[in-house]
């Protein structure tokens, strides 16, 4: 049975991820640094398990690996979704701390758990390869101007860093790709209020519709699947044209 570990897989995209590669048969390890009631349901629900581990921490992401290594488990696939976008502001309101908690946990906590996924799924260190997808987004595009241009600008950071890690790993059987949501309905119980909201930005999005979760995790497992076993370095929008 293959195995994935989906960062902050017990909400919203992350969930959705989680479930969609429990219905095809991998186990699913996932991750959660808050919301601890929900990710425990989502890992009982497949039959998982879920590790509380700071996203954006170095001491935790290393602690975890460990800890998986000590229960003879190997990872198959990583997929880094954990992320926050932090609250809708324009540029001369950001603070050094918004930033740096944004970096933390969008940026340098991805790269950390690429670089202890890879070093299990190497061939030199008894691995047999495996599949890597970070979570971007389509924001990299316009900027997010007015609300988020400092995520969009980290996003865009994980998009090149996608391109130049699958050139490093790829001779190691490593694949390592991106996908891209674009607007995407990640509550339900905010369905009405997104959708109102989307109706002033629907000229972006050729598919004139919203997004589902369920389209983003098909597009992630997709890339973990043997059907894509010659893609690597790609970024792969899931976002109707937009």
Same mark, same amino acid.
């Given at each position: ?6 960062? #902050? ?6 969930? *959705? ?16 640094? +808050? ?7 989502? =890992?009982?629900? /497949?039959?998982?398990?879920?590790? $509380? ?16 290594? =000590? ?11 954990? &992320? /926050?976008?932090?609250? $809708? ?8 701390? @918004? ?11 991805? /790269?950390?758990?690429? %670089? !202890?996924?890879? $070093?299990?799924? +190497? ?6 390869? #495996?599949? /890597?997808?970070?979570?971007? +987004?389509? =924001?990299? =595009?316009?900027? +997010? ?18 391109? &130049?890690?699958?050139?490093?790993? #790829?001779?190691?059987?490593? %694949? ?15 369905? $009405?209020?997104? @959708?109102?909201?989307? !109706? &002033? ?11 589902? @979760? ?25 976002? &109707? *044209?937009?």
């Amino acid at each position: 049975m293959n195995t994935v570990l989906v960062t #902050g897989g017990g909400r919203g995209i992350g969930a *959705g991820i989680s479930r969609r590669f429990h219905a095809a048969g991998w186990r699913v390890l996932l991750t959660y640094v +808050s919301g601890a009631d929900a990710a425990e349901a989502v =890992a009982a629900d /497949i039959g998982g398990r879920a590790y $509380k581990c700071d996203s954006g921490n170095e001491d935790d992401i290393v602690a975890l690996f460990a800890a998986l290594d =000590a229960d003879g488990v190997r990872i198959d696939a990583l997929v880094n979704n954990a &992320g /926050i976008t932090g609250p $809708k502001r324009a540029v001369a309101d950001v603070t050094w701390e @918004v930033v740096n908690e944004l970096c933390r946990v969008n940026f340098i906590g991805p /790269i950390m758990f690429c %670089r !202890e996924a890879a $070093k299990r799924m +190497s061939p030199a260190n008894g691995g047999g390869g #495996g599949a /890597i997808v970070n979570i971007s +987004s389509t =924001a990299t =595009a316009l900027g +997010s101007p007015n609300q988020w241009a400092d995520y969009a600008a980290l996003k865009s950071a994980i998009d090149t860093f996608t391109r &130049g890690f699958a050139r490093e790993v #790829g001779p190691q059987g490593i %694949r390592v790709n991106a996908v891209a949501p674009g607007y995407t309905l990640t509550d339900p119980a905010r369905e $009405k209020e997104i @959708v109102a909201r989307f !109706e &002033g930005m629907r000229h972006e999005v050729p598919l004139d519709r919203i997004g589902t @979760v369920d389209e983003v995790a098909n597009a992630v497992y997709w890339l973990c699947s043997e059907e894509a076993s010659y893609v690597t370095g790609t970024v792969l929008p899931a976002a &109707g *044209g937009r």
